[in-house]
């Protein structure tokens, strides 16, 4: 059992997380279990990421903006970076009614050491069909032709700029 990429962080980082194995940590989500709440939708993309596993990449953004990916592009960049770890900053699980957002660093390596991406991403909760919830991630660098009045690309109903549009 080896430990979930996710649970990895450089020694320069302190952490409290314990070394869940994959099995235990991101391969349930890997595989359809829904994400309960962002921080382990973070975790999970974030190990898709090192396991290249772009298909989840692109089903966990939200729907509106999945055909806008380029899953070749998600494979290779996960497949291009040397990934050092992952460090959750802040989870902030609830803002308004459907919203969260995570700060993160994302480590990989370089030629001049371990650097890190540092990012708050913006997630959404979208109830499907089924009226079951999942998390997905709202992809700032995705192009969306939505003005601000329009309705959400998240299908809540709300105006984008109330809705979405915030974390973008
Ligand atoms: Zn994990
Ligand atoms: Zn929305």
Known sequence: MSVCPCRITPPSVSTQDSSASYED????????????????????????FVLQL???IVKTTVPAQQA???????AQWG???????????QH?????????????????????????HHELSGFVKITDKDKQARWYFIDPTVRMTVSQKQPCICGSGEKFKRCCGMYL
């Not at 940590?25 to 709440?37: F, I, K, M, N, R």
């Not at 806008?68 to 998600?74: E, G, P, T």
């Not at 308004?96 to 371990?114: L, P, S, W």
């Open 54 to 56: 772009p298909d989840y």
């Open 68 to 74: 806008l990916l380029d899953s070749d592009a998600i």
């Open 92 to 116: 902030r699980p609830k803002l308004g009614k459907r919203h969260a957002q995570v700060e993160f660093k994302a480590y990989f390596h370089t030629d001049n050491g371990v650097q890190a």
């Open 25 to 48: 940590c991101c391969q349930p989500y890997h595989e359809s279990l829904a994400a309960p709440d962002a921080e382990r939708l973070m975790r999970s993309r974030y190990s898709a």
């Open 79 to 89: 497949k291009d970076t040397d990934w050092a770890g992952l460090e959750i900053v």
